[in-house]
């Protein structure tokens, strides 16, 4: 069993930045991506960016190319999503998810219990 941990969400005005940080407790044979999703009330959860721990390959959702950025922290399984310019269109729950990497992304196996990211305008 994996276990996944998100924070550092908060409510900011539109312009601003937010860090996020995940861990997921271990990364097994079966387990080797990070990905950020995000949900709001009433839509389909949303891919944001994933990143494979072996050589940090990252992959970005359309909307937030450009102004998010996925790193790897200081261990493999851990990962930081830095927001900027945030929009009111980004105010969601955020997940972090642990899984394999396939095709391109990371399918999630466990999830986190999300973060929420509210920005006013």
């Known amino acids: 069993q994996v276990h996944v941990t998100e924070s550092g969400g908060e409510s900011v005005q539109a312009g601003g930045s937010l860090r996020l940080s995940c861990v997921a407790s271990?990364?097994?044979?079966?387990?080797?991506?990070l990905g950020w999703f995000r949900q709001d009330p009433g839509k389909e959860r949303e891919r944001v960016a994933d990143?494979?721990?072996?050589?940090?390959?990252?992959v970005y959702a359309d909307s937030v190319k450009g102004r998010f950025t996925i790193s790897q922290g200081d261990a493999e399984n851990t990962v930081t999503l830095q927001m900027n310019s945030l929009k009111p269109d980004d105010t969601a729950l955020y997940y972090c998810?642990?899984?394999?990497?396939?095709?391109?992304?990371?399918?999630?196996?466990?999830w986190g219990q999300g973060t929420q990211v509210t920005v006013s305008s």
């Open positions: 990143l494979l721990a072996a050589d940090g390959t990252a």
């Open positions: 998810a642990a899984g394999f990497w396939l095709e391109g992304k990371c399918v999630p196996g466990y």
């Open positions: 271990t990364f097994t044979y079966r387990v080797n991506c």
